[in-house]
């Protein structure tokens, strides 16, 4: 596997929907490369017959809710943390543009 | 008072010596003078109302719970109703919490105060409460020394005698680590045992709360209080909890302690003479020490920098600049309301986090790297069971190192291999408890922990509980040490 690169660095921002500065992209491919480097001690171990391990509780199923109506988070209450709303909306940012305003 | 353990706090209560109102005062008045920085915020108007609401109900002739006057402090990933709850980061620093996580509920239904919000590592991302956006937190033993992390505030501020218990997280170590660095318990029990609803989500398959106390009666207790199933929560336990409070007897005659010798090497010279001392202690109280192997160990710390990221990257997905108040004021796109809001919004290690996480899921590297660390997270596993087959717990130092000093691992990897001795209990949902077990030439705190199999968290705190009947390290206070708080 080639080294990681700054070029890896900006596709995974992109993937992460991140956008940093240079001096952080920087620091982060260094810090990245090491511990990928570091993660290559997991070679040494064969898992070829090894299935891999989803859940830690042997046996444990996922529990079903009751069929019932119960307290749920109130519109009003949620939009308080919301950085910007429009009545009982979240507002963005235009996503699609009209046209003919254009 | 500052010194009182929980129980007393609970007699003295019940005996009407003191009020619940006269107590939470008290501690609230030491928590805003606090000068370690393991507060984030002090709850003086919901603390100073539910005392008095506690007063009066037991005047009025109604019984209390189990935890009656008990002042707690709580890490800052852990929601309660209508007040902040920031993880640690900027990106939360004005989020107000819309619910309340089921252990607050629990705690407050057996009548404890909440105080204080503790200072952590960012969303739990950290081994000394360093990458907290807001301010460093000290080891109350020195302060020159981190307090581990990312429960540092939680933690320091239990052995600080700012409360005699605290809620922390624990993903890899993050309630353990910081227990054997500030001299007190902390104890992360069996996955599912405790509800995660309302605990902001880190790296799910390995998050579980966990509790500090100065004593072992003090940890029984609240763990009693918060291990408990829970519907809101799909990875709970759904059978009842044992007792824990009433279960403990002190006696370890004929337990087996698994001792993994080949883990030994390396250690600080001062960890090796507390374990061998610890293991002694317990062959004079009657324990039969086996030899074990955990041959995986080893390779925890790769595979846990590889799913904890995974799940990290995708739990922090939620933080995008649309909901929970924070909002770039650059952005002028959808694109960029995600993308600056995060970048703006998150610290370096969180980043780190993110982008490593992503990388380790993307197409091509997945089976590389996410599909290769669950087959290893499986062997570790696997080394327990076979473990387990032998002995009845195991124990191990809690880290290789005392507490560290401020700034002084600034390579990540290193950073990294503090949780070398903590993670495994994560990776394979095992209880695991640090029990105060002495101290360096340096006067800094030493921890040995106990693992358990899944579910037999009693057996765990009944060896503290045996310890501790012939050790006195869980009574020593930073202050005795010399160092003013």
């Not at chain 2, 100073?48 to 890490?75: H, T």
């Not at chain 2, 318990?185 to 599912?192: D, I, L, Q, V």
């Not at chain 2, 006696?251 to 010798?261: C, E, F, M, Q, V």
Request: hydrophobic content about 40%; glycine content about 8%.
């Amino acid at each position: 596997m080639s080294k990681f690169n700054s070029e890896d660095l900006k596709a995974l921002e992109k993937l992460a929907r991140l956008k940093l500065d240079i001096n952080r992209e920087v620091a982060l491919t260094e810090n990245i490369q090491k511990i990928l480097g570091y993660m290559e001690l997991l070679n040494e171990i064969d898992t070829h017959d090894t299935l891999p391990l989803t859940h830690v509780i042997k046996g444990m199923k996922a529990p079903l809710g009751k069929d019932e109506v119960s307290e749920h988070l109130p519109v009003e209450k949620f939009l308080k943390g919301a950085p910007a709303r429009v009545g009982g909306f979240l507002k963005v940012p235009v996503v699609i543009e009209d046209k003919e305003d254009v | 008072m500052f010194t009182l353990s929980a129980t007393d706090i609970v007699k003295k209560f019940k005996a009407k010596e003191i009020s619940a109102v006269e107590i939470t005062a008290a501690f609230l008045d030491r928590a805003e003078k606090e000068n370690l920085g393991s507060l984030l915020s002090v709850l003086r108007t919901r603390a100073m109302k539910r005392a008095k609401d506690l007063d009066e109900k037991f005047l009025s002739g109604k019984s209390v719970g189990a935890l009656a006057a008990v002042p707690v402090i709580i890490k800052d990933n852990i929601m309660i109703d209508g007040e902040i709850c920031t993880c640690g980061s900027r990106f939360l620093e004005n989020y107000t919490a819309t619910y309340d996580a089921t252990v607050i509920k629990d705690l407050e239904n057996e009548d404890a105060i909440i105080i204080a919000k503790s200072n952590m590592d960012e969303f739990a991302m950290g081994s000394s409460t360093a990458t907290s956006a807001f301010k460093r937190c000290d080891n109350p033993w020195n302060t020159d020394y981190t307090p581990g992390g990312s429960s540092g505030g939680s933690c320091a501020a239990v052995a600080a005698g700012l409360a005699p218990i605290s809620l922390g997280s624990d993903t890899g170590g993050s309630v353990r680590q910081p227990a054997a660095f500030c001299g007190i318990y902390g104890f992360k029990p069996t996955y599912g045992r405790v509800s995660r609803y309302g605990l902001v989500a880190f790296a799910s398959s390995l998050d579980q709360i966990g509790p500090f106390a100065r004593n072992i009666d003090d940890l029984a207790l609240i763990n009693e209080v918060i291990a408990k199933p829970c519907q809101k929560d799909s990875t709970s336990i759904q059978t009842p909890a044992e007792k824990t409070s009433k279960t403990l007897s002190g006696s370890i005659k004929g337990l087996k302690i698994g001792s993994p010798t080949d883990m030994l090497e390396g250690l600080h010279p001062d960890i090796l003479s507390a374990y061998n001392a610890f293991i002694n202690t317990c062959k004079e109280l009657g324990a039969e020490i086996v030899n074990i192997s955990l041959p995986h160990n080893k390779y925890s710390v790769p595979v846990y920098y590889i799913l904890a990221p995974a799940e990290a990257s995708t739990n922090l997905a939620r933080f995008d600049g649309i909901r929970y108040t924070k909002r770039s004021s650059n952005a002028k796109s959808l694109a960029e309301v995600y993308e600056l809001s995060r970048s703006e919004g998150f610290g370096n290690e969180v980043v780190q986090r993110i982008l490593l996480g992503t990388y380790v899921l993307s197409a091509g590297f997945q089976d590389a790297y996410y599909r290769k660390a669950q087959k290893v997270r499986a062997k570790i596993c696997e080394d327990f069971e076979i473990a387990f087959k032998t002995c009845d717990v195991i124990a191990f130092p809690t880290t290789p190192f005392p507490a560290f000093k401020h700034g002084s691992i600034t390579d990540p990897v290193a950073m990294y291999k503090q949780d070398i001795f903590t993670i495994s209990a994560n990776m394979a949902g095992l209880p695991a408890l640090s029990i105060p077990s002495g101290f360096t030439k340096e006067g800094l705190p030493i921890g040995i922990q106990v693992q358990g199999a899944q579910m037999e968290d009693g057996k765990v705190l009944n060896v503290a509980k045996a310890f501790e009947s012939k050790t006195n390290y869980h009574t020593m206070r930073p202050s005795e040490k010399g160092v003013s708080l």
